[in-house]
């Protein structure tokens, strides 16, 4: 998926380096994770009129000393055509998923193509987000200059809510074409371990749709890069209005009973057996012929079922298409308000319908728990099967969850009577989708799978 003219200019002046790592080795180690841990939570629900809805319950969060992260869209343009850096990460969790799973439909050596970016500093919300950071990430670890200052790129968003704390701060910066004349300009970590490439905004859509590309934050960056300069990126379908005249649904309410509308939280001990486990690897770099480059450890969060499926609802009503915007309940976000981390968000926050897996092994079982999660967590029948989008890596840097994406219409007046859990019990309502794109660009939305599932549906929409 690399575009060819560009990637040959690139390259051409980039003879192989024999320290360039061509695969990973990884296997379970004895030693204690360093990098990561978990913190535990009691949560206590209630309805709106303040009655416990069950007794109290312990959830699990991944917490790291630096737990934001930067995801750095840096970007030339030539004509009308904008070109995205994209490096070549190790992400020896994802090698590790071969360690942990049964059997893995999608095969991985930890080697994907990412957006650059970073850790961001403890202490950084004080002081805002330093140019100065963007500008040495361009500079020594992509070997390119940049053309002026850098600017955020939307709001920020949690890849993985469930079972994470992090938040990421999307920004963009203009860069010149590559130019490898002129080596003055190649970063001190350049001719390391990493390589780069660029690829055309519809590349990364495309790439995504056709399993190449697996970072779901490179995906988010393409749309919104290509909103800002008025490009219409395109996916190989088309949604067809099936002119329902069920209006949708303001009231939640109408589909269930005693809706979450308060939780409290206060630390709590590690219970016997908890959802999430930390496991530390041994890790190797591999030459292309097998040579030990480097090694060192690294953790990786595991729990049942690893991966997760989101299911991207939306629903027709006169010409227009709404999504339903369901209020989770996310009690790992409060350990963000327990750490001091901006921006502080509630636990009810909105977004979009995902369930965890449990052992599927085939996408055609995947789409089957995806229909299931849109019974229970909308209480409504999914239209058709659901339709499979692709897979990508929310957050690969300790979390080897692989999130399945599928589209589904729904129509309000087909009723469920599935149950659903009680941290899926916060309720829903429908907004058109150019209102959640435009929450989402203001930083009001924060789910990053389901702004990605929006953006697809809108590209949809225009067939």
């Not at 590790?96 to 095969?107: E, G, M, V, Y």
């Not at 300009?185 to 399993?211: D, K, T």
């Amino acid at each position: 998926m690399l575009n060819a003219s560009v990637a040959a200019s690139f390259e051409q002046h980039r003879p192989y380096d024999i320290r360039r790592v061509e695969k990973l080795g990884v296997h379970f180690s004895s030693n204690d994770p360093v990098f990561t841990s978990v913190r535990h939570l009691q949560v206590s629900f209630y309805n709106k009129r303040g009655e416990d809805l069950a007794s109290p319950q312990i959830f699990s969060a991944e917490c790291k000393p630096e737990p934001d992260a930067l995801d750095l869209a840096a970007y030339f343009q030539r004509g009308r055509e904008i070109y995205l850096a994209v490096a070549s990460r190790l992400r020896p969790v994802l090698a590790a998923r071969t360690l942990l799973l049964a059997k893995d439909p999608i095969a991985e050596n930890g080697i994907v193509w990412n957006l650059p970016g970073c850790y961001l500093p403890n202490g950084w919300q004080e002081s805002g987000l330093d140019d100065l950071l963007v500008q040495d990430i361009v500079k020594n670890r992509l070997g390119l200059q940049a053309r002026g200052a850098s600017f955020n790129l939307g709001g920020p968003y949690f890849p993985s809510v469930g079972s994470s704390i992090e938040a990421c701060f999307p920004r963009a910066i203009d860069v010149a074409p590559p130019d490898f004349h002129t080596k003055e300009l190649f970063g001190s970590e350049f001719h390391g371990h990493s390589r780069l490439s660029f690829l055309s905004l519809q590349q990364v859509i495309s790439g995504f749709l056709q399993g190449s590309i697996r970072d779901t934050r490179m995906v988010l960056a393409a749309f919104r890069l290509a909103a800002r300069h008025g490009i219409e990126l395109k996916v190989p379908f088309k949604l067809l209005s099936r002119g329902l005249g069920t209006p949708p649904l303001e009231d939640p309410a109408q589909l269930h009973s005693d809706l979450v509308e308060r939780i409290e939280v206060a630390e709590a001990a590690a219970p016997q057996n908890s959802f999430i486990k930390l496991r530390s690897l041994q890790v190797q770099n591999l030459s292309r012929d097998n040579r030990v480059l480097d090694q060192y450890h690294a953790d990786t969060v595991t729990r049942p079922g690893i991966d997760s499926v989101d299911i991207g609802c939306y629903s027709w009503h006169q010409g227009r298409i709404y999504l339903p915007l369901r209020k989770g309940v996310r009690p790992t976000l409060a350990f963000r308000t327990l750490m001091g981390l901006a921006p502080e968000i509630s636990p009810l926050d909105p977004g979009g319908v995902a369930e965890s897996l449990e052992g599927e092994g085939s996408i055609e079982e995947i789409a089957a728990r995806a229909a299931q999660g849109v019974r229970e967590e909308l209480g409504l029948e999914p239209l058709s099967c659901p339709y499979y989008l692709g897979a990508s890596y929310p957050s690969p840097g300790t979390n080897p969850e692989r999130a399945y994406s599928f589209l589904v219409e729904v129509d309000p007046s087909l009723r469920s009577e599935a149950s659903c859990a009680l941290d899926e019990r916060g309720g829903w309502a429908y907004a058109p989708i150019e209102d959640v794109i435009k929450q989402g660009e203001d930083g009001a939305i924060t789910d990053l799978r389901y702004l990605v599932n929006a953006y697809i549906i809108q590209a949809a929409m225009r067939g």
